[in-house]
């Protein structure tokens, strides 16, 4: 099993930027993926961005792309979700989640993912 714990989320303004974490603990060497989702009011939950962990590769939602940035911390066992320029439309429940090597499914889909953290809110004021 793998455990996930997230951090980071708050109230920002639009424009601004907040850093999410995400904290593995457990069988971290079968998560080979760690993906950011969200789920705003009303909505489904929607691929934000995912990194794989081994070499760093990452896929963006086009939503966020060049705003929003994934990387990883190999000896904190921890993801980060760099959020930059921030709109209203951010606003949501993140979470992370990751998934075991050699899944076939595609890495947007949130079937795909094994593991999931509490998530944690984000909201961008006007």
């Known amino acids: 099993q793998v455990q996930l714990v997230e951090s980071g989320g708050g109230l920002a303004q639009a424009g601004g930027s907040l850093r999410l974490s995400c904290a593995m603990s457990g069988r971290t060497f079968s998560a080979a993926v760690m993906g950011w989702f969200r789920q705003a009011p009303g909505k489904e939950r929607e691929f934000v961005a995912a990194?794989?962990?081994?070499?760093?590769?990452?896929v963006y939602a086009d939503s966020v792309k060049g705003r929003f940035t994934a990387s990883r911390d190999n000896a904190k066992n921890t993801g980060y979700l760099q959020m930059n320029s921030l709109k209203p439309e951010d606003t949501a429940v993140y979470y992370c989640a990751a998934r075991r090597p050699f899944t076939i499914m595609p890495i947007m889909r949130a079937a795909s993912y094994d593991y999931w953290g509490q998530g944690t809110q984000v909201t961008v004021s006007s």
């Open positions: 990194i794989t962990w081994a070499n760093d590769n990452t």
